[in-house]
């Protein structure tokens, strides 16, 4: 498993390293997202969730194919982080707000 986004961020902004892995393997990327009900979120670079007990969690994946990614790195990057943030049950911000 690879953490695209890296151990330091910013989060879901991702490197080329996991998409030059994926490509140069065939293999797919199986996106993961987890939403929580209720959850403490801390004010790290990555808003590190910690779930309230006996909260619900909602966990969704979604599998791209390794013809899906073809497409050049930039746009490649820029959909997968939406798709991310949408498993993850958060809307799209702009350049300025995601640093």
Sequence with gaps: AITPDGPRGPIYD??????????????????????YRKAWRLKSWDRFCIPV????????????????????REDLA?????RLMELNGEREQSAEAAG
């Design 53 to 72: 007990p006996f909260s619900r969690a909602r966990v969704r994946f979604e599998l791209v194919s390794p013809e899906q990614l073809d497409a050049h």
């Design 14 to 35: 991702l490197k080329a390293g996991a998409l030059l892995a994926a490509r140069r393997t065939g293999s797919a990327i199986l996106l993961m997202g987890i939403e």
């Design 78 to 82: 820029r959909w997968l982080r939406g």
